[in-house]
């Protein structure tokens, strides 16, 4: 006669059976309507016509905080200004940065101008297919490492996102929040267990797209949902669950325009946008600012991370001596300048040439 311990784990065990059963059955019926409605509506975007491991980077780097439309354009220049790693490596730091200008977060230029020297320098010019080596790069995360494993090298990984993370917390109603570690591991877990074992680009691509077409953040379309069936959100609107949010800080920055015989002076950046070329910050008391002298010639605000920047311009005469990182430019066309100084610039410049 079997012990009471024993008829307990078989039945558990049979349980899990059943479970992982019903799970798998999902995960088909999932993969089948979703790829389905993909074949129907899924994006044609320029990284998903190439098997190049570099564009594919290239596109992934741009695509972090960036809308889709907005990296189209950047994606095809830069392709076309640095075709492959080898021409990347070679950049200088300026024409680099200046490439980037626009799409902002200048981190990610960096670091992919560090991964392009080190996949020269350690790699012979190939990018590595194994994820951990990947993740030794520069600015390569868990996603980015997987997205390049899955879309250029067909490797049957999942990608956790923006997009895919809000589908997912949906789909299995997951209240934890996806910024905790907890959360975090889940979405990986329920990825994983939806995957399809060949073609996981396709599905990749897929959820990614559900996500940015379907189940859209503020009014999730639920009602021409192709998986909608299958969906355990009791109230999508309300997820994914997250943290609270920081609260969004205001911060007046005052730099100078100062122009002396058609050059204008600028100063290259130690902070927020290091070695790029700004205007020069004016030193200014904060708690004097009202009594700070004259009206600005420009002004103009600008998001960064949690703050909302306004950018106040002065006109200052030249100084007797430059301050040093200061130079003078005839030209700024070809100068790595953030965008909300290089549009005062021009904006200001135009106004002294029409006068
Ligand atoms: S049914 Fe609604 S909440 Fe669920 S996956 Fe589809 S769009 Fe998202």
Redesign the pocket.
Known sequence: MKHRSERVQQSSSKIRVSLCASVAFQSAKFRRRLLSWYRRHGRDLPWRRTKDAYAILVSEFMLQQTQVATVIPYYHKWLRTFPDFASLARASENEVLRAWQGLGYYARARNLHAAAKTVMDRHAGDFPRGIEQMRQLPGIGKYTAHAVASFAFDQSVPIIEANTG??LA??FNLRKSIDSHPGRRMLWQHAARLLSKSDAATFNSALLD?GAL???ARK???DV????AL?R?KN?AA?PVRNSRRETKQLIEMHALIVRRGRILLEQSRHRWREMWILPPLDVDCSKQSRFQGQPVYESVFPFTHHRVTLSVYRRAAPKRIAPGQRWFGSIEEVAMPLPHRRAAQSLIQTLVER
Not at 225 to 228: D, G, H, I, M
């Open positions: 809000r589908v949906r789909l559900l379907i189940c859209v999730p379309k639920c949902c192709p998986v909608k969906c959100a999508p997820l």
